[in-house]
Structures are given as structure tokens and as C-alpha cells.
């Protein structure tokens, strides 16, 4: 097994200010991460996900415990000695005027220049280095406020790891990213922790992205509780109906993933199958129907004529008369009309 | 971008040199400026018999000499120092307010300079003294000094927030508040004093790089020159701020240590040079724009250096534009700075679409 590379002694996160009580929000946290793993923190809004990595990165005093970093307790750790075993990259959109993009991943030898910040030979090759490991060799000349988000974030990941940390902890990287661009940052970011051996916590709200990318799972739960584990385990162990429950959203174990539809008002029975079927099925159910096997009684009965490429539907509500459809918005619309 | 493929012959890689020949043609340009503030005034002397005053020679008349030593060199001299140290000091307010619009005078010290003069100009002596006793009683060096006092206790009560407050914006409102206060202050004072002291109050606050003498600039020099070296030091940090100060944090950078730094540096060079010349506003908030267009660069490395000699040439050419050359007519300098440079500004920011670039405001 590889070394472990960040551990939380029974932490406790929260604010204590100047003046009335300290606000714990969350206590007795025990977590670790191994050298290239990726991390993943999960949890509702307003749960305390920001003040926990705030924490973890030492932005912000534990309230208790300690968080170790490769053996060492940070909160012992000069600032610079911190930085130069931990980056971060985080939500808010850097503005920046006449930089290029290589000059900002240079910014991240910060802590390894002297005091003129003057680039020695080595600190120009790491910076090359991490612009070639996100990909992002050809954005080295431009300018940061020409790039797109997507082009914008991998430079930050590169600035990040021209610090040459051993844990890297990225607040929402994906939050600005379309769903192509998610995907290649995720893939990105395993790809860095396993060729680098290095540690990445990342927390983020893509819970499908998280399911399949990361290699440990952090659930943050209201109150403070804390699930840990391999994603699946924490599937398995229901943890994700804990974490998320009572807001009107139910976690489907067998999808991994949330249903977004209310409880079905309806019982339609669908004959057919194949992709057909099972897109059939999708619009039904969006469309307020519980869905059953063909042969249990229902008040709706869907069949599917035709193929792929001439689909037809035809439905018929407790043995009236049949309709006719021949696309699947229609069909919705018709299921959701005042005739059924 | 066109060239998406690069040209394998071609390094992908820039550059992030520090601009030697642009530092080099800006030092020349501040050369040949000062030696025209010298050469140019009521009396114009010609270019190469200056140059025979500066090197020690006999100059075809011995009058010029003298106007050279005791009236433009002095001159020239602190034109460069003031605007060297205000140009610097507008780049580390700006820095470190993330704010295009900040200039050295932010904190206030100004302020407190204006209301030290204006407490001794408007309120020394009895109601009934002349103006010719006050002006006495002034001399140039009690006006320096109540400069110096009211800017210094406003730079002590901000680095006394300076370590207290969390954010750098909390500081600037606190630094904008104290200013509106001493204004305030002033106006009650100007309200209830008489004309002649009032005249002298504003043409203080006209600004002028004529009055300090050379027992003076051997206080104004080495104090800009501290606060420039002060400024150099903290390039570092001021790159490390680029990202702001959360990414900076985790950079390593102790955020409080340097904007005490920063504040302290960048107020001793404003408190000085308000201290000496007066209120010179603009050149601390244009020289910075210049110099990033000009550069196209945002290494403070790079910029520090720039500034300071940008600042300087820019403070002799509105020097030079207020002496009205050839005419023994001397113009109020502050308006001349903002006349003359506002336009060249805008058209700077407006030709290099550099507004937006400058923070992302």
C-alpha cells in the first residue's frame, strides 16, 4: 500500500470568532489519503465542504486535531514550507492583466525562488514540465484572459503543480466546465496522481463524475457526520441516502445517481424493448409514470411499432379507443394532456 | 489565436526576460528629459553648455551657472525623485488593492499632509497678523515639517490597521474615510480663515516642484530613495499578489507582513513627496498604466524598475509644460499633469485594449 499523504487526527472544523460562542462545523474527522489517489469531497450546500478544505490547506485554524501532511502536523509548518508541499487551485475565476499563461505557471515556483523571485534554469524546466503534463503546451504564449474556461483551468492545474507539491487540493475545479471539459479535467487529474504519485482532493458537486473517478469518496452530511470509503462502499453502505435525504430526491443504488422525478402518479405498462423501450420508458417516467412490466394491470399501455428509424407509438388508456403518436415528445405530451 | 500550430523550428516556450533594452531606452529618454528641464526655462541654455555646467566647466556666461546650480538642478532633481516615487508608489496601491483607480494617495497621507500645512497656514498667529509675518513665520521649512507631522500620523494610524484588519479592501475604505475627515477638517479651517491665508493653503495644494532647496533634497533623497529600495524588495510578493491575495497565501507569501511592507513603503514615498511639493496627483495613477502598456508586462520585476524611471521622465516633462518655456509665466503643475496626461492615458488604455486587462475590473 502507498503512503499515506494526508491524515486528519480527530479534526475539528469550524470559526471560533473574536467575540461569542465558536461555531463547530464538524468534529472528530479522521480521513487519510494515499499517494496517487484521488480524492473526492461530496456533500449539500452550506455543509461546510469549503471550510473543511480551508482547513485541510491551512487557510483556516482547526478548532481541534491535527491535519498531517506526509507525517507533518501543518499547523507547525512555516508558510513556505507549506507551500512547497501543498497547492491549491481554487473556485474563483483569476483576473489577471498582462500575463501569459507561462508566466502564470511560473508564479508557482513562488515558493522555491529567493527572494528576487529570479528563475533558475530548473525552475523553468518543472514550469515547462507541468505545462506538458495538463496538456497545455500551446497555451504557453498566450495571454490568460484570451483563454477559455476549459484552457484557463488546466493552466491553473499547471501552476499548481509547477509548486511541485505533494498534495494538490482543487476547490470545484469542474464547476465552471461543460460536460466534455469535466470529463477531460477528471481524467487529467487521475492521470497527474497516478504518473505523479502525487495526492489530489478535489470537492465538487459532479456526483456521477466523483462515482466514477475517484478513488475515495468523503460524503459530508449535514451536521456534521462524515462517510468515507471507495465510492462503492459508500453506495453499498447507504450512505448517500444519509448525506442527502429528505430534500424530495431519492438516490437510485442500482444507477448510481439521483432521480430527479417526482413520485410517479401513474401506473403505464410499456410493451417493447430494446433502445426504443428504454427511452420509451425515460420519457414516461419524466412525464409522471410509474413504470411496469407489460403484463401487470395498468392504466396506461404503451406499444411500440415500427423501428429506430420509423418509430410509432401507440396508446390506449383503461381499453378506450387507441391514439397514434409519432414522436416521443408527443407522446409525453399527450400522456400529460387532461384526455388520460 | 491564428498560429495554433506552432512552428517547429520555434521554442513554444516565451521568454519572461526582464526587458533590458526597454529599461535601457526608457533610462536614456529620462537622461535626455533632464538634461532638457536644465537647458529649457525663462532663460534657455543651450544643450551643450549645460553639459559643460554638469561636468564642472566654464559655461560662456557665468550667470547661467548659477541659474543652473541653485535654481534647476535642485528642480530637476526633485521632479525625478517625486516622480520616480510617486509612479512607484501607485504601482504597489494598485497591486495591492486589485484596483486600477489606486494611487499613493489612497491611505490618506496626503491628507494628512494637507491638513498639517493647513493647520499652520491657516491658524498659526494671531487673526490679525499679515501675511507677510506668516509667510515669514512659514519659511519653507516649518510648511515641511507640519506636511511631514500630518502625513506621518496618517501613516501611523494606517499600519496601526494595517495589521489589524483582514482584507486590504477593508484597508483602502479605512484609508479613504481618513482622507474624507482631513478634508473635511480643511474645509472648516479654509471656511473660517481669512483670504490671504487661504491663497497660500491652495497655492501649496497647486503642487510645484520648485521650492526645495538643496538642504532639503538632502532629506527628500535618501527617504525616496529608501522607500524605492523598500519597493524592490517586496516585487516578489507584488508578483505573488497578482492572483490575488488567497492564491498568494498559499503560495507561501505571509499576506500581513507584506502589506505592512507595501503600506509602509508606499507611504513613506507619497508622505515625502507631498511633504516637499505638495499634493502631485495623477502621475502615481498614470505612470503604472503607461508602464504596463508600454511593457506589455505584468512582472513587477520589470514594472518596479520601469516606473521609477517613467515616473521621473514624466514628472520633468510636466515640469517643463508648467514653466511654460521661454515665458516667465509659471502654471499651477497639478493641472498640467492631469491636462497633458489624462488624454495620453486614455489613449493608451483605449489603443492597447489594456482596461480590461489591467485587473479584469
Known amino acids: 500500500m502507498s503512503a499515506i499523504m494526508l491524515e486528519t487526527e480527530r479534526l475539528s472544523i469550524g470559526y471560533s470568532p473574536r467575540r461569542g460562542p465558536r461555531r463547530v462545523v ?42 498531517l501532511l506526509d507525517g507533518a502536523d501543518i499547523a507547525g509548518l512555516r508558510p513556505r514550507d507549506l507551500a512547497r508541499r501543498l497547492s491549491v487551485v481554487l473556485t474563483e475565476r483569476i483576473e489577471v492583466g498582462q500575463l501569459s499563461a507561462y508566466a502564470l505557471v511560473a508564479l508557482g515556483r513562488h515558493p522555491h525562488t529567493d527572494w528576487t523571485g529570479r528563475l533558475t534554469v530548473r525552475d523553468e524546466e518543472i514550469v515547462r514540465w507541468a ?44 464547476a465552471f466546465l461543460d460536460l466534455p471539459r469535466r470529463v477531460e479535467m477528471m481524467r487529467l487529474l487521475r492521470r497527474l496522481a497516478r504518473e505523479t504519485n502525487r495526492a489530489l482532493l478535489l470537492s465538487t458537486h459532479d456526483l456521477d463524475l466523483a462515482l466514477r473517478s475517484a478513488d475515495a469518496l468523503w460524503l459530508l452530511a449535514p451536521g456534521g457526520g462524515l462517510h468515507s470509503g471507495a465510492p462503492e462502499d459508500l453506495v453499498l453502505g447507504g450512505a448517500f441516502e444519509a448525506t442527502f435525504a429528505g430534500a424530495g430526491i431519492g438516490f437510485d443504488r ?14 403505464a405498462a410499456l410493451v417493447g424493448d430494446g ?24 392504466a396506461l399501455r404503451i406499444v411500440i411499432n415500427g423501428d429506430e428509424q420509423a418509430p410509432r407509438w401507440e396508446v390506449t388508456t383503461n381499453g378506450g379507443p387507441s391514439q397514434q403518436v409519432a414522436s416521443l415528445h408527443a407522446l409525453a405530451a399527450l400522456v400529460r394532456s387532461d384526455a388520460f | 489565436m491564428a498560429n ?17 533594452l526597454a529599461l535601457l531606452a526608457l533610462l536614456l529618454a529620462l537622461l535626455g528629459t533632464f538634461l532638457l528641464s536644465l537647458s529649457l526655462g ?12 554638469v561636468v564642472g566647466g566654464q559655461p560662456a556666461r557665468a550667470t547661467w551657472a548659477t541659474i543652473i546650480y541653485d535654481f ?85 494610524l494606517v499600519l496601526a490597521l494595517a495589521q489589524r484588519v483582514q482584507s486590504s479592501i477593508t484597508l483602502l475604505i479605512l484609508g479613504l474615510m481618513v482622507g474624507y475627515l482631513t478634508t473635511a477638517i480643511v474645509s472648516l479651517l479654509l471656511y473660517f480663515s481669512i483670504a490671504e491665508r487661504i491663497h497660500a493653503y491652495i497655492a501649496w495644494s497647486f503642487g510645484s516642484f520648485g521650492g526645495v532647496t538643496w538642504s532639503q533634497l538632502r532629506v527628500l533623497a535618501p527617504v525616496v530613495v529608501i522607500g524605492l529600495l523598500l519597493a524592490f524588495t517586496l516585487t516578489k510578493a507584488l508578483n505573488a499578489l497578482l492572483l490575488g491575495e488567497a492564491y498568494a497565501q498559499t503560495m507561501g507569501l505571509n499576506i500581513r507582513r507584506a502589506r505592512i511592507g507595501i503600506v509602509a513603503g508606499s507611504a513613506i514615498l507619497a508622505g515625502a513627496v507631498t511633504a516637499f511639493c505638495g499634493p502631485v496627483g495623477f502621475l502615481g495613477i498614470a505612470v503604472p498604466h503607461l508602464a504596463r502598456a508600454l511593457l506589455r508586462s505584468a512582472d513587477h520585476r520589470v514594472l518596479a524598475p520601469a516606473c521609477t524611471l517613467l515616473g521621473a521622465t514624466t514628472a520633468l516633462l510636466a515640469d517643463l509644460a508648467a514653466q511654460a518655456p521661454g515665458s516667465d509665466t509659471v502654471l499651477p503643475l497639478n493641472a498640467i499633469t492631469a491636462l497633458i496626461g489624462a488624454p495620453v492615458v486614455v489613449w493608451v488604455i483605449l489603443r492597447r485594449g489594456v482596461a480590461r486587462g489591467a485587473f479584469g475590473v
Open chain 1, 254 to 267: 442500482r444507477q448510481g445517481s439521483f432521480q430527479v422525478h417526482p413520485p410517479a402518479e401513474r401506473r
Open chain 1, 131 to 174: 505545462l506538458e503534463a495538463v496538456g497545455a503546451t500551446d497555451l504557453a504564449q498566450r495571454q490568460v484572459h484570451e483563454l477559455s474556461d476549459g484552457e484557463r483551468q488546466r493552466v491553473m492545474v499547471a501552476r499548481a503543480l509547477a509548486q511541485e507539491p505533494l498534495l494538490m487540493v482543487l476547490d470545484e475545479p469542474t
Open chain 2, 4 to 20: 495554433a500550430v506552432p512552428i517547429s523550428t520555434e521554442s513554444p516556450w516565451p521568454r519572461l526576460g526582464l526587458h533590458p
Open chain 1, 26 to 67: 464538524a468534529a472528530d474527522l479522521s480521513l487519510a489519503l494515499h499517494a496517487g489517489e484521488v480524492g473526492c469531497l461530496l456533500g449539500p450546500n452550506g455543509v461546510g465542504k469549503s471550510t473543511l478544505l480551508r482547513t485541510l490547506v491551512g487557510m483556516q485554524p482547526a478548532l481541534g486535531g491535527r491535519v
Open chain 2, 42 to 53: 525663462s532663460v534657455r541654455i543651450p544643450l551643450d553648455q549645460v553639459l559643460t555646467i
Open chain 2, 72 to 156: 534647476r538642478l535642485p528642480k530637476a532633481l526633485t521632479a525625478a525623485l517625486a516622480g520616480a516615487a510617486l509612479a512607484v508608489s501607485g504601482l504597489q496601491m494598485q497591486m495591492l488593492f486589485r484596483n486600477p483607480l489606486a494611487d499613493p494617495y489612497v491611505l490618506g497621507v496626503s491628507s494628512g499632509a494637507s491638513l498639517g500645512v493647513a493647520l499652520v497656514v491657516l491658524t498659526v498667529g494671531a487673526a490679525n497678523t499679515t501675511l507677510l509675518a506668516v509667510v515669514g513665520l512659514l519659511g519653507n521649512l516649518s510648511l515641511v515639517a507640519a506636511a511631514c507631522i500630518g502625513a506621518g500620523a496618517v501613516l501611523g
Open chain 1, 275 to 298: 433502445l426504443l423501450g428504454v427511452w420509451t420508458a425515460r420519457a414516461l417516467e419524466r412525464a409522471g409514470c410509474h413504470m411496469v412490466a407489460a403484463h401487470e394491470p395498468a
